[in-house]
């Protein structure tokens, strides 16, 4: 099961799909975080804020991951 999860990741991955997800992330952080912050709804900033973060981390776990 774990392999065909890894050969799926592999088969997806690529250059294009990494800085994309970057991008994302990047996106969320620089503009729409502080909109969200500036009009002081606080549930959504605190969404923003983390998949920001997680949309950072995520195309290098993916990275790793399709490494095995």
């Not at 991955?13 to 990494?18: A, E, K, L, Q, R």
């Amino acid at each position: 099961m774990i392999n065909t999860i890894v050969q799926n990741i592999q088969n997806f991955y690529d250059t294009t799909v990494f800085f994309v997800i970057l991008a994302i992330g990047v996106f969320l952080l620089l503009w729409d975080y502080p909109i969200f912050k500036s009009m002081k709804y606080k549930n959504d900033t605190r969404i923003t804020l983390v998949m920001g973060i997680i949309f950072l981390i995520l195309p290098f776990v993916l990275y790793a991951v399709s490494r095995m």
